[in-house]
C-alpha cells in the first residue's frame, strides 16, 4: 500500500517525523541515523543513568518500529509509512506504544517527580536535533490542562495520538515543529 492510500494528514505527520531522523537528506534512514545519533545525544541531554536506560528503549525501538523493511540497513519514507500504518490498524500496536511511550516519559522526566517540565522536554527534544527556541510552542501543545508541565498521561496520549490520530490536533507538536 503507498503512502498515497493512508489519510493525507497523518503522511505529513510521518514524512514530519522520518526528517527527524534523516540527518544527512538522503531519503533513508538507518540504524547509525536512528540510534547512534541519538544515542550520542542523550548522553550529553540527559542525566547519565536516565541515558543509560533510554538508550536500549531507543535501539528496541529502530527494531520493533523501523528494522522490519530495512534494505541494507537502511528505510525509506515509503516503507516507514507502512510500517508505522500498524498504528492504524492493529489495535496490540497501540498498547505496546503506550508502553514505549511511558517508558521515554521516565527517562525524559529528569528529576523523577512525575512531570515534565519545560526544561525537562527542552533537553528532550534536543536529543532529536530540535532547537531549544522551537520547543515551547510543542510544550504548550501537550500540556492540556496549562498546569505548567506535562504529566505522564499528557505525555502518552500525545505521542500515541501522534502516530493513531490522522486529524490534525495539538499531537503534531510531540517532536517539536510540525514539518509536514
Not at 493513531?164 to 514539518?179: S, Y
Request: hydrophobic fraction near 45%.
Amino acid at each position: 500500500m503507498s503512502a498515497a492510500s493512508f489519510p493525507n494528514f497523518w503522511v505529513r505527520k510521518m514524512r514530519s517525523f522520518f526528517v527527524l531522523f534523516d540527518r544527512d537528506l538522503d531519503g533513508l534512514v538507518n540504524k547509525k541515523n536512528y540510534v547512534d545519533w541519538i544515542a550520542g545525544r542523550v548522553c550529553r541531554f540527559m542525566p547519565k543513568e536516565k541515558a543509560e536506560a533510554y538508550i536500549p528503549l531507543w535501539s528496541a525501538a529502530w527494531d520493533f518500529y523501523w528494522a522490519e523493511k530495512a534494505v541494507n540497513d537502511n528505510v525509506n519514507i515509503d516503507d516507514m509509512i507502512q510500517m508505522h500504518s500498524r498504528y492504524l490498524s492493529d489495535p496490540n500496536f497501540h498498547e505496546s506504544a503506550e508502553q514505549c511511550l511511558a517508558a521515554f516519559f521516565d527517562s525524559a522526566d529528569a528529576n523523577s517527580d512525575g512531570m515534565i517540565s519545560l526544561p525537562e522536554y527542552v533537553a528532550f527534544l534536543e536529543c532529536y536535533g530540535v532547537h531549544p527556541l522551537s520547543v515551547t510552542p510543542s510544550f504548550e501543545a501537550l500540556d492540556t490542562n496549562h498546569d505548567g508541565m506535562i504529566s505522564k498521561e499528557e505525555f502518552v496520549k500525545a505521542g500515541t495520538d501522534y502516530f493513531q490520530v490522522t486529524a490534525d490536533t495539538p499531537a503534531k507538536f510531540f517532536w517539536g515543529p510540525f514539518r509536514g
